[in-house]
């Protein structure tokens, strides 16, 4: 079993709708959890970092932890053709030191 | 402020060359350091980490290895190259469990 599990999409939304990202995890242990963007050829860039329960906003972006059910999601609204990217879901497990990622859900926002 | 440093930027092997990706780390102290690979296509892959100057685990049995010689400079390597190895390789770094995780530039190998 993977550690962390992403649907590889891709997630096609409309301009202006909510794009509702999802990932779980296996391991109980994990404290904390990313999300990150991704254009193609570039290094990964934070959009989010949660460690508690419960939504955690800023701007268009709001992540969402449930640790009793492991899993963590990404809802981006208003969504723009500039979000069109692959979103990577992270977790750390190991006593945090070790940290893996998703296999990356490919989002695409149609104009 | 920190900064983390990765080259060669791009390169190109052929199958058996030997390999070494540097990563430096600027301004902090003691982090956690990774290199992870992306194939084409495909998401991140954790193939070393390490704690500590000389500590170091491996996540992925293969012909790579990992080093850590100082507290802010991660190296990966390999004695032999395979056609498998290519892909884009990323080091990065963290402080602390309440924090995030910092990611270079990355490295772009083509294995030929």
């Known amino acids: 079993q993977k550690e962390v599990e992403q649907n590889s999409g891709p997630l096609s939304v409309p301009e202006g709708a909510i794009a509702s990202l999802n990932c779980t995890y296996s391991?109980?242990?994990?404290?904390?959890f990313f999300w990150y963007r991704q254009y193609s050829g570039k290094s990964p860039e934070l959009i989010m970092f949660?460690?508690?329960?419960g939504d955690k906003e800023d701007g268009r972006f709001t992540a969402q932890l449930n640790k009793a059910s492991q899993y963590v999601s990404l809802l981006i609204r208003d969504s723009q053709p500039s979000d069109s990217a692959t979103y990577l879901c992270?977790?750390?497990?190991?006593?945090?030191?070790?940290?893996?990622f998703g296999i990356g859900t490919k989002l695409q926002v149609i104009p | 402020s920190q900064t983390i440093h990765q080259w060669p930027a791009t390169l190109v092997q052929p199958v058996g060359s030997p390999l070494s990706l540097e990563c430096t780390v600027e301004?902090?102290?003691?982090?956690?350091l990774y290199w992870y690979r992306q194939a084409a296509g495909r998401g991140l892959q954790l193939l070393f980490y390490?704690?500590?100057?000389?500590?170091i685990s491996s996540e992925v049995p293969q012909n790579l290895s990992a080093s850590r010689p100082q507290d802010r400079q991660f190296i990966l390597s390999s004695k032999k190259l395979l056609l498998s190895d290519s892909g884009f390789y990323l080091c990065?770094?963290?402080?602390?469990?309440?924090?995030?995780?910092?990611f270079g530039e990355g490295s772009w190998l083509t294995v030929v």
């Open positions: 301004g902090t102290s003691n982090p956690n």
């Open positions: 949660i460690y508690s329960n």
């Open positions: 390490s704690i500590g100057i000389g500590q």
């Open positions: 391991d109980r242990g994990s404290q904390s």
């Open positions: 992270a977790g750390d497990s190991g006593g945090y030191q070790k940290v893996t």
């Open positions: 990065a770094w963290r402080i602390g469990q309440r924090n995030t995780i910092y």
